[in-house]
């Protein structure tokens, strides 16, 4: 069975979850406790060289690692990742843009502000804070004319820009203002269904929420 090295508030996790999940693929969880330096053990380490979770490890030992790496494994040959070569460089493009612009950007802010680690990284604070803005404002551009990111159907890109952007109110953006990416949020939350909770910080004695 799949293992999936895993911590309860990540939500880079979650996207993780949320795919297993509605592909009812079977797995089973390991929970690693990253304040307590879990994820940075010579046995973390070797699946997953970077430290971080999550982590899925295979049948046969071998890890694949970058919540957006496992995504895409998971979905091959599924709904979640057509087979069409344009929707699926199109699927790639917002996974890349998630790498770089939702999850360093409103990630890092949501996770400094519900930690009380947001005056200690002050000096980024308002430059991340403008690249959220350019972030949603794409994202509003992008959900104009369509249901989803790509096309009419969710995919494995809905899921990984959804984890940390509909949680951007918890850093200070008001989603209200971009009433596309609302409704899309919406959308994306009715596709994935109630099973899949949001964890918050507190639940961990350490991380200092």
């Given at each position: 069975?799949?293992?999936?090295?895993?911590?309860?508030?990540?939500?880079?996790?979650?996207?993780?979850?949320?795919?297993?999940?509605l592909?009812?693929?079977?797995?089973?969880?390991?929970?690693?406790?990253?304040?307590?330096?879990?994820?940075?053990?010579?046995?973390?380490?070797?699946?997953?060289?970077?430290?971080?979770?999550?982590?899925?490890?295979?049948?046969?030992?071998?890890?694949?690692?970058?919540s957006?790496?496992?995504?895409?494994?998971?979905?091959?040959?599924?709904?979640?990742?057509?087979?069409?070569?344009?929707?699926?460089?199109?699927?790639?493009?917002?996974?890349?843009?998630?790498q770089?612009?939702?999850?360093?950007?409103?990630?890092?802010?949501?996770?400094?502000?519900?930690?009380?680690?947001?005056?200690?990284?002050?000096?980024?604070?308002?430059?991340?804070?403008?690249?959220?803005?350019?972030?949603?404002?794409?994202?509003?551009?992008?959900?104009?004319?369509?249901?989803?990111?790509?096309?009419?159907?969710?995919?494995?890109?809905?899921?990984?820009?959804?984890?940390?952007?509909?949680?951007?109110?918890d850093?200070?953006?008001?989603?209200?203002?971009?009433?596309?990416?609302?409704?899309?949020?919406?959308?994306?939350?009715?596709?994935?269904?109630?099973?899949?909770?949001?964890?918050?910080?507190?639940?961990?004695?350490?991380?200092?929420?």
């Open positions: 069975m799949l293992t999936l090295h895993d911590y309860l508030p990540s939500q880079n996790g979650w996207k993780a979850r949320v795919v297993l999940g592909l009812k693929i079977p797995y089973e969880s390991r929970m690693v406790s990253i304040f307590e330096g879990e994820s940075h053990t010579d046995a973390f380490l070797k699946l997953n060289p970077a430290g971080a979770v999550p982590v899925l490890e295979l049948e046969d030992g071998r890890a694949i690692a970058e957006n790496a496992i995504l895409t494994y998971v979905a091959e040959g599924t709904p979640l990742l057509p087979a069409d070569f344009y929707r699926r460089a199109k699927i790639m493009q917002w996974l890349f843009f998630e770089y612009n939702v999850e360093p950007v409103i990630g890092s802010l949501r996770y400094w502000t519900l930690t009380g680690r947001l005056e200690r990284n002050q000096a980024m604070v308002a430059g991340k804070r403008e690249a959220g803005v350019r972030t949603v404002a794409a994202l509003e551009r992008s959900l104009a004319a369509t249901q989803f990111l790509v096309g009419n159907d969710l995919t494995i890109a809905d899921i990984a820009v959804y984890a940390y952007s509909h949680r951007a109110e850093c200070g953006f008001s989603l209200a203002d971009y009433p596309m990416l609302l409704a899309w949020v919406d959308r994306v939350r009715d596709a994935i269904g109630p099973d899949y909770p949001v964890y918050p910080y507190s639940i961990d004695p350490h991380s200092g929420a």
